[in-house]
């Protein structure tokens, strides 16, 4: 990805250590005209931009042959039958890779807005080059949603992985499992402690999950609120006649979402198995997640841009589209970032 630099802007590489989950999982791809190079050269120099990775930035060239970085260094000589871009003043670096996206997701009578192209093309069209979606299963059944989700990103057209939810927890699931992870490349499996009647867990199958993860050696993935809590809140907006988008925020407050938090690292403490907690998006949890860290526990706290630069307030603005854009639970306080 090529971004023009300027000497105000300013680059806060917070979330680099996503580059680790290019070790844990694996992508699949797929192409069509959506991302297509407009170079029909298979060897390209893109030479003189500001080389940016996790490390350190630098002048050089980015030789690219077949789709593959070949090369990063200074004065890479080529020939004629190279395509050459002239990055001179630009910064290059890395396509970013979103670990968590839920594309053509059917949930509670409804279904997300973006397909796996139309989410797809938005994604590179803004220099995301590769996501990780959330494979739910069909009925309880990991296989059944594993083919649905085959067919549904056929309309690819950028890599993507898949990680899948656990639902349920009987003898099939826990050999599905063991079927996802030896031949079909999933090896992250994730557990909601909300969405009370749906998709949420109680603590033994977590439990029990977590003892799969642990032997398959898979990572376990958490959605961390208090379910149950939550939907007590819901009865009391609803009782108190707060049907608005302001309503979600006040039905799950932070306290919810450390309390989750707390409980699902201390159950993976005690199973001994890593843990990721995914969108992290109050100081209750992150201060969870970074004393579980100093303690030595292997967890991970997943940072997405709203909890990092946002708070509830939008959620009361009167126009109730505006309002209703920020629905996803936010932080009460904008301390938060």
């Known amino acids: 990805m090529i971004m023009a630099a300027n000497p105000r802007f300013q680059m806060t590489l917070f979330a680099y250590f996503l580059t680790l989950l290019l070790s844990i999982f694996s992508s699949v ?47 890479i000589k080529v020939g004629d039958e190279v395509t050459v871009l002239d990055a001179t003043g630009k910064f290059v670096m890395p ?28 994604a590179l069209a803004g220099g995301t080059t590769m996501h990780i979606d959330f494979v739910i299963p069909v009925q309880g059944s990991l296989s059944s949603g594993f083919e649905a989700y085959v067919e549904k990103a056929k309309k690819s057209c950028m890599d993507y992985g898949f990680h899948m939810a656990i639902t349920k927890w009987d003898e099939t699931v826990s050999r599905e499992m063991e079927i996802m992870v030896k031949e079909k490349g999933i090896n992250s499996f994730k557990f909601f402690l909300a969405y009370k009647g749906a998709l949420m867990v109680n603590d033994e199958l977590l439990l029990e999950g977590l003892k799969k993860c642990k032997s398959l050696g898979a990572l376990a993935m958490v959605h961390a609120e208090n379910g149950d809590a939550v939907f007590e ?64 526990q292997r967890v991970i706290g997943e940072p997405v841009v709203s909890g990092l630069v946002l708070d509830d307030s939008g959620l009361w603005d009167p126009e109730f589209k505006t309002a209703a854009k920020q629905a996803p639970s936010l932080s009460f306080s904008a301390s938060t970032s």
Not at 47 to 64: L, P
Not at 95 to 122: K, N, R, V
Not at 249 to 277: D, Q, W
Request: charged letters at 20%; a negative charge; aromatic letters at 6%.
């Open 233 to 296: 809140g819901q009865k009391r907006m609803i009782e108190l006649g707060i049907t608005g988008p302001e309503g979600h925020a006040l039905s799950r407050p932070p306290v919810l979402e450390g309390e989750a938090t707390a409980r699902a690292i201390r159950l993976a403490g005690f199973v001994n198995t890593p843990l990721y907690i995914v969108h992290v998006m109050s100081i209750d949890a992150m201060d969870e997640i970074a004393n579980a860290r100093k303690a030595g």
């Open 95 to 122: 396509g970013g890779i979103d670990p968590h996206t839920h594309l053509a997701m059917e949930f509670m009578a409804t279904e997300t807005i973006d397909d796996f192209f139309s989410g797809q093309a938005a």
């Open 29 to 75: 791809s797929e192409s069509s005209q959506c991302g297509a190079s407009p170079y029909s050269s298979s060897k390209i120099l893109i030479k003189g931009g500001t080389v940016v990775n996790a490390h350190h930035q630098e002048i050089a060239d980015v030789y690219v042959e077949d789709g593959i970085i070949a090369a990063v260094k200074p004065n």
